[in-house]
Nanobody
Framework: QVQLVESGGGLVQAGGSLRLSCAASGLVFSDYAMGWFRQAPGKDREFVAG????????DFGNFVKGRFTISRDNAKNTVYLQLNSLKPEDTAVYYCAASLGYGFPSELTASYDYWGQGTQVTVSS
């Protein structure tokens, strides 16, 4: 049974930082590209960042503008999302996802085979 478990969310002031983690089990983690998405109330789920199976290639949503970084540790079956310079508009539930079909990160939700339950990030002004 595949499980993706996010952690690290919370309440932070504008300008602050958080580090999200996503621990994977039940799959060969190093075979999967990984992505982070977010969804705010009343909005569609949007792509935040993605990383290839090897970690050599990354991609980010246009709104990130250098504020976030994504990394992975295949030995620990974990992908990370470092959130810096957070803004109130970054408030959302953040989800990690795994994609086997694409070795490289995709911005499309349909490309991903497995999803976590999400972790709430709230940025106060």
């Amino acid at each position: 049974q595949v499980q993706l478990v996010e952690s690290g969310g919370g309440l932070v002031q504008a300008g602050g930082s958080l580090r999200l983690s996503c621990a994977a089990s039940g799959l060969v983690f190093s075979d999967y590209a990984m992505g982070w998405f977010r969804q705010a109330p009343g909005k569609d789920r949007e792509f935040v960042a993605g990383i290839s199976y090897s970690g050599e290639m990354t991609d980010f949503g246009n709104f990130v503008k250098g504020r976030f970084t994504i990394s992975r540790d295949n030995a620990k079956n974990t992908v990370y999302l470092q959130l810096n310079s957070l803004k109130p508009e970054d408030t959302a539930v953040y989800y990690c996802a795994a994609s086997l079909g694409y070795g490289f990160p995709s911005e499309l939700t349909a490309s991903y085979d497995y999803w976590g339950q999400g972790t709430q990030v709230t940025v106060s002004s």
